[in-house]
């Protein structure tokens, strides 16, 4: 678990917070984003439950006969749609819940307060903290850089929602996996 600013972010359940209290806006984007995850849940156990595979020969040789196993139905436009929902509320929730802070604290411009994703350690001093983290007490900064939301050698799944999120901006999410007919 990762307990920022005193709400859990990855765990528990929670206890009910006033519209009035500084975070409820990020609670209320965790709490989106977990009856996201167990509409997912169950639309892909439906999914797997009716799921039919084919086998299809890849590489046809004299000795060896190389088949991949191929679902013939695509992943539900439901499935990835909620998966991209999920990851935005989550990410936003971090956003909100940095925002608060920095209101908490006396900052009044907030508009470049962001959660930092960066790819590698060394942008996270140079454009995370110095950029996104504008204001916040240092307490709270070295707790974003504890987290390590950097992809090389960082948290892989923290940056993943990071990058999810971002992507679902800009392309339809494509679930990875081989469709289709021979």
Known sequence: QHCIAGIVVFGV???PLDKSHPFFGSRSKIERARGKVSEISRLAKQYIENLAFQ?????????VKVFKVVATQPVPDEIQHLTAETAYHLRSALDQMLVSIATENGVNDTDNIHFPF?????????????NKLRGLPDD????????????????KDLWGLGAL??????????PYGPYGAA
């Open 165 to 174: 999120a971002n992507v679902d901006k800009h392309k339809m999410l494509i």
């Open 55 to 63: 086998m299809v020969l890849v590489q046809p040789e004299k000795d």
């Open 140 to 155: 709270v900064k070295a707790l974003v850089k504890k987290a390590n939301p950097y992809r090389d050698g960082g948290d």
């Open 118 to 130: 960066v790819t590698q350690q060394a942008a996270l001093e140079e454009k995370g903290v110095r």
């Open 13 to 15: 359940h929670f206890v």
